[in-house]
């Protein structure tokens, strides 16, 4: 009977592993395409919207987890990220609302608030990852 135990503890740790999401190193990601970037007026910085946020979707092991992934900031959709994908959007500073959710489907969206300064740019994981305490 242990010896059951052992094979369905490996069993639960090993689906974890394999749906978790994986945080990337800069060097393993990539730009999103420009025709996915919804409105391409926040790529660049102005004297008004100084402040950068830096919104990177994670490679998952989860085949399900593989759609794209819609980011909006105060409502409005600013790019689709794919897996490994990041977009550096520019901001006024200050608190803003931040949101992703499935681009496939009506389903709910996440959201969370941060706050962005001119001088310190926000790094925000999108996770596909229920309960992983991101974005």
Same mark, same amino acid.
């Not at 926040?42 to 490679?59: G, K, M, N």
């Given at each position: 009977?242990?010896?059951?135990?052992?094979?369905?503890?490996?069993?639960?740790?090993?689906?974890?592993?394999?749906?978790?999401? &994986?945080?990337?190193?800069?060097?393993?990601?990539?730009?999103?395409?420009?025709?996915?970037?919804?409105?391409?007026?926040?790529?660049?910085?102005?004297?008004?919207?100084?402040?950068?946020?830096?919104?990177?979707?994670?490679?998952?092991?989860?085949?399900? &987890?593989?759609? &794209?992934?819609?980011?909006?900031?105060?409502?409005?959709?600013?790019?689709?990220?794919?897996?490994?994908?990041?977009?550096?959007?520019?901001?006024?500073?200050?608190?803003?609302?931040?949101?992703?959710?499935?681009? &496939?489907?009506?389903?709910?969206?996440?959201?969370?608030?941060?706050?962005?300064?001119?001088?310190?740019?926000?790094?925000?994981?999108?996770?596909?990852?229920?309960?992983?305490?991101?974005?």
């Amino acid at each position: 009977m242990q010896h059951v135990h052992k094979i369905v503890g490996f069993l639960l740790v090993s689906l974890l592993v394999f749906c978790a999401a &994986s945080p990337l190193s800069r060097a393993e990601q990539r730009d999103v395409p420009r025709d996915r970037v919804y409105n391409p007026t926040v790529l660049s910085p102005t004297a008004q919207r100084s402040a950068r946020l830096i919104l990177t979707r994670d490679a998952t092991y989860n085949p399900g &987890s593989a759609a &794209s992934i819609d980011v909006f900031v105060e409502g409005q959709r600013l790019a689709r990220l794919a897996e490994r994908e990041t977009v550096t959007v520019y901001v006024t500073p200050g608190k803003h609302i931040v949101g992703a959710r499935f681009a &496939s489907g009506p389903g709910p969206s996440m959201e969370r608030e941060f706050v962005a300064e001119t001088q310190k740019p926000v790094r925000i994981r999108v996770s596909t990852e229920p309960y992983s305490g991101k974005l």
